[in-house]
């Protein structure tokens, strides 16, 4: 074989070694449990409930619920204005249309009913996404919090390992790094 | 955070707040507190109460929901 062609094979081969290494990595990213999405104002610390929770929005403009509630009912929100940083949606919200085309297919399906309950799954993910980025701003998570609580409450009274277990409803093990003035709680 | 043997038993470690830990958790909880405020103002207290009683309302329908 020619060594040009060897050279010209194994430079194809190395593009789609990349090229589906690429696709690999991405499609593994996205099923991460914490994604971390740098946006171009700000940044958000959101951690996903599970895979395919989360939809990266692009350049286009922020989605909060109520935007999507609007979108749903064919209004365009006042609240939605073409920004150009990355946005995170949470499950999507149908729209009311498409809901009451399905209606006529499954006549047990009420469309105020599936609307109501997405709008609150919604709503309640955001705002607990919400908490969480704010803790996470000064390096806390739920957990850590409970746990500061706690020294809080019982101060100036110190804390064992089994009684911080105990009033975190917790196996011993869980409650780690102390010694180094950092409480690892997220596991909890 | 400040680690100290225990004087019962010197196997167990006893954890406790320094005084500029307290400092810090305070400054933190009462960040967090008022955006929590800020957050759940919106509503008045009735509308809370309403809000709450609707939910659980709603709670209570989920087990036969998963039964379903």
């Not at chain 1, 996903?48 to 922020?62: A, E, L």
């Not at chain 1, 006042?78 to 729209?95: D, G, Q, R, V």
């Not at chain 2, 830990?21 to 405020?37: M, N, T």
Request: aromatic share 8%.
């Amino acid at each position: 074989m020619p060594r040009a062609v060897k050279h010209i094979l194994l430079i194809v081969y190395v593009a789609a070694t990349v090229y589906f290494d690429l696709r690999l990595l991405r499609n593994s990213r996205n099923s991460l449990r914490a994604l971390v999405f740098r946006g171009m104002r700000r940044q958000l610390w959101l951690i996903s409930p599970g895979p395919g929770c989360f939809r990266r929005v692009g350049g286009q403009m922020p989605l909060t619920a109520a935007c999507l509630l609007d979108r749903s009912r064919g209004k365009k929100s006042p609240s939605a204005t073409p920004e150009n940083y990355l946005a995170i949606t949470f499950h999507p919200i149908p729209k009311y249309e498409r809901l009451q085309r399905m209606a006529e297919r499954y006549p047990s399906l009420d469309p105020d009913s599936i609307l109501t309950n997405c709008i609150v799954q919604s709503i309640s993910e955001e705002v607990a996404a919400a908490k969480k980025e704010m803790l996470a701003r000064d390096g806390l998570s739920e957990g850590r919090l409970h746990v500061l609580a706690l020294f809080l409450e019982r101060r100036p009274q110190p804390l064992s390992h089994s009684e911080l277990a105990y009033l975190m409803d917790s196996a011993i093990w869980n409650i780690t790094s102390l010694w180094t003035g950092e409480v690892v709680v997220d596991a909890m | 955070m400040q680690c100290e043997d225990s004087a019962e038993y010197r196997r167990i470690s006893l954890i406790s707040l320094t005084t500029a830990g307290e400092r810090l958790v305070e400054d933190i909880f009462s960040k967090y507190f008022a955006h929590f405020a800020s957050l759940m103002g919106v509503l008045t207290p009735s509308e809370r109460k309403n809000l709450v009683a609707l939910l659980m309302k709603m709670h209570a329908g989920l087990p036969a929901f998963r039964g379903a």
